[in-house]
Antibody, heavy 120, light 105 residues
Framework: QLQLQESGPGLVQPSETLSLSCAVSGDSGGSGSYYWVWIRQPPGKGLEWIGSIYHSGSTYYNPSLKSRLTINLDTSKMQFSLKVSSVTAADTALYYC????????????WGQGTLVTVSS | DIQLTQSPSSLAASVGDRVTISCRASESISNYLNWYQQKPGKAPDLLIYGESNLQSGVSSRFSGSGSGTNFTLTINSLEPEDFATYYCQQSYSSPTFGQGTKLEI
């Protein structure tokens, strides 16, 4: 059973950089044609795709966030990361990591999510 | 961006009912439409992918249909555990989600 686990600070200062990691473990966690994805959900609101990284290292970003995003993949540790620069209160959300199966674009495994609050 | 509009935004139903949730895309997305169920405090779970394919382990009471711009999630014989929020998501282009439909008792 594949498992994903997010980690990182729960509180970030405005204008600083939000940094999260997602550790992947279990069956088929480290091979195959998968994309590794970040999705967020502001409290009480809907879901927003942030971006993804393919096992080759190619990245795909939400156009509305692209200038502030960096997603990296460490296949040796089987973990991937998210950095969002110049954060504001609008970046306060529950951040999920997930797996996308190939080019199909659906997310079949999710982490439990980690709440990040942007506040001074 | 492709916009997805779900209707209704909320829905009240009873155990045993059949319900349908609509998802309309702002332009054609072929069959690149997926459905998720989210319960309070939990991550979303994949229900349907590619418009009508049932994810492994998901009850056959769930079904999806549609193509192009209009899609429907149908839940037959509602069970207590089905009361949750449902999201559609398109994977035709830069992914987007619908705003959600809250299914309440």
């Amino acid at each position: 059973q594949l498992q994903l686990q997010e980690s990182g600070p729960g509180l970030v200062q405005p204008s600083e950089t939000l940094s999260l990691s997602c550790a992947v473990s279990g069956d088929s966690g480290g091979s195959g044609s998968y994309y590794w994805v970040w999705i967020r959900q502001p409290p009480g609101k809907g879901l927003e795709w942030i971006g993804s990284i393919y096992h080759s290292g190619s990245t795909y970003y939400n156009p509305s966030l692209k200038s502030r995003l960096t997603i990296n993949l460490d296949t040796s540790k089987m973990q991937f990361s998210l950095k969002v620069s110049s954060v504001t209160a609008a970046d306060t959300a529950l951040y999920y990591c997930a797996r996308q199966k190939g080019w199909s674009g659906y997310y079949d495994y999710w982490g439990q999510g980690t709440l990040v609050t942007v506040s001074s | 961006d492709i916009q997805l509009t779900q209707s209704p935004s909320s829905l009240a139903a009873s155990v045993g009912d059949r319900v349908t949730i609509s998802c309309r895309a702002s332009e054609s997305i072929s069959n690149y439409l997926n459905w998720y169920q989210q319960k309070p405090g939990k991550a979303p779970d994949l229900l349907i992918y590619g418009e009508s394919n049932l994810q492994s382990g998901v009850s056959s009471r769930f079904s999806g249909s549609g193509s192009g711009t209009n899609f429907t999630l149908t839940i037959n014989s509602l069970e207590p555990e089905d009361f949750a929020t449902y999201y559609c998501q398109q994977s035709y282009s830069s992914p987007t989600f619908g705003q959600g439909t809250k299914l309440e008792i």
